[in-house]
Every structure is written in C-alpha cells, then in structure tokens.
C-alpha cells in the first residue's frame, strides 16, 4: 500500500521539527519548545473540551467529547522520550481518540528527565490512576493509552499493578512503544533512514536522561517491557508504523502474545498518531482504536 500524500507530508513535517531540535548547543528548555510544535501536525478534534485539572498533585488535561460515557475513563500518556513534550502538546491526539471511544480521556503531564529520572513518570502516571479510582471509576472502565514513551508506561502501569497485586485497567492501548532500552531490535539500525523522528543517538539520550543510575540495567524488566514477564495484563492493542525505528518494540508484544491485536500502519512514522485528524492513515487507526476500545472498556 502507498502512503497518501498527507502521510508524506506529515514525514517531511517531523523531519523538518527534529531538524531544529537537533541544532547544537541549543538550551533543552528551547529544545522542548520546539517539541512542542509537533501538535501543529494534528486538527482540533471537533465537540471536544478540556479542562486542566489537579490530580493529587500531578496536573492533568480533561479531554472531554461531547456525549462521552462518564463511566468509561482513558488514562492517556504523552510521547517525549521522558525528556521532552507535555499534556499541552499532546492533547489532540487523545481529543480524538477518546471520541471515538466515546470516553473522557485524562492526559497525564508527568514529570520529567532528567530533572526527574525513573521512576518519578511511572509514579506520576500510578498517582494519576489512583485518583481516578478515588473518584468512583472502576478499574475495567479504565483504558491505559499512550504513544512513544507514553506507549511504555501505558503498559508499566498495570504491570506494576498486577505486582502489587492491585487491579489493573480494563483494556491497554499501546502506540509506537519503546520497550527494549538495550535498542538492539533490527529495525533500529534499518529504518534509520525512515523514521524522520527518531534515531538511536537520539534514544541513547532520552535513555540515559530517563536513567541515569549506573547501577540501574536497561535491560532491567522494570523499564525494558521486552523482557518482563506479561501474564496477566489486560487486552490490549498495539499499533506501530513500519518506517519506525522501534517498530521491532511493537512486533515484539504480538511475539509476546498478549496482545488482543497488532497493527503495523504501512510506512507509518513515530509517531504516526501526532496526525490525528489530518492524515487519513492515522484516522482509520483512531477509528479502529476508538471501536477498540468501546468493545472491551464494556466488558
């Protein structure tokens, strides 16, 4: 299948935001601002408002579709490498994905690294769930959604859950994940010269931002999902593009099989969700994950 023009379009937009980003000796706050451009790539989703909200003290992003089933709750997780964007530059992509879920959709703005190494994303993204729970939303109304790192901790989330023998969330949706930090996967080196976003000297940074600590392995289970042991999540769906430096991180959770479906969005970039609403690729995607999402958060 050939991309459409938009998709292209969309590529040569990431090209040219990670281009500027990469300029030497820039201040990483400039870095960030420049991040932060990427949610140009998505449309407002249309009969969506939001709202910035307290989560027990980490601040949060309401994106509330009109209509939206109050009991059916998505608790989404921003891109970034850890390092980089927030709930403001990513709150479209979610917009549109919780309407077509017909669900509120909460979007965590978690700290970051390096000012704040591993764990703190993880515990912000636990305490924001927790408040959900506090509010009354049952654990299998609640979708665990997020893209890039976000696509990690939407997965780390219930595993930690499912270690403290606490209830998970109903249903997981994982785009364009990083779940082997050694960056061993082929597709690393292969699609280099594809994804338009990422390269291995970038994730080496964003690696060694997130964890810092010699003494804290990559390949630990606690952050590389590759080599966790996966029993027990709930279903969960996983898409990534095919032109992604870690498409190999989301061939290898349907190898897995937990998985309830994989999806490979053909010559899709990372991440092709940042699209939302104006590459028809992404919108077919949001729609399906949308469908998704409605059947199992009704289970």
């Known amino acids: 299948m050939t991309a459409s023009t938009e998709a292209h379009e969309f590529a040569e937009f990431l090209a040219s935001v990670s281009a500027k980003s990469a300029t030497p000796g820039l201040d990483l706050s400039v870095i960030r601002d420049i991040v932060d451009s990427n949610h140009k790539a998505s449309t407002e989703p249309e009969d969506v408002t939001y709202a910035e909200v307290d989560a027990n ?16 709750v998505l608790l989404h997780l921003h891109f970034g490498g850890s390092v980089t964007a927030s709930m403001h530059s990513d709150r479209k992509a979610p917009g549109h994905i919780a309407k077509a879920a017909g669900a509120r959709s909460l979007v965590v703005d978690f700290r970051l690294a390096p000012e704040h190494p591993y764990p703190a994303q993880l515990d912000d993204v636990e305490t924001a769930y927790r408040r959900l729970l506090t509010q009354g939303h049952e654990p299998h109304n609640i979708g665990s959604t997020g893209h890039s790192i976000g696509g990690t901790l939407a ?17 997981i949706v994982s785009l364009s994940p990083w779940t082997d930090l050694t960056l061993h996967n082929k597709s690393m080196d292969t699609n280099e010269a594809n994804d338009k976003m990422l390269s291995r000297n970038t994730l080496e940074l964003f690696r060694d931002a997130w964890i810092p600590d010699p003494t804290l392995d990559p390949a630990d289970p606690q952050t590389s999902i590759a080599n966790a042991d996966l029993t027990g999540l709930p279903p969960t769906l996983v898409y990534h593009g095919e032109h992604e430096t870690l498409a190999d991180d989301g061939t290898h959770l349907a190898d897995a099989k937990v998985t309830s479906e994989t999806h490979t969005l053909p010559e899709g970039q990372h991440p092709f969700i940042l699209a939302a609403g104006s590459v028809p690729e992404a919108n077919e995607a949001i729609t399906k994950i949308g469908n998704w999402l409605h059947t199992h958060l009704n289970n």
């Open 155 to 171: 997965i780390l989330l219930p595993l930690r859950q499912l270690a403290n023998s606490e209830p998970t969330p109903g249903a």
């Open 57 to 72: 003290g980490v601040p949060a992003l309401w994106a509330i579709p009109e209509g939206a089933d109050p009991d059916k």
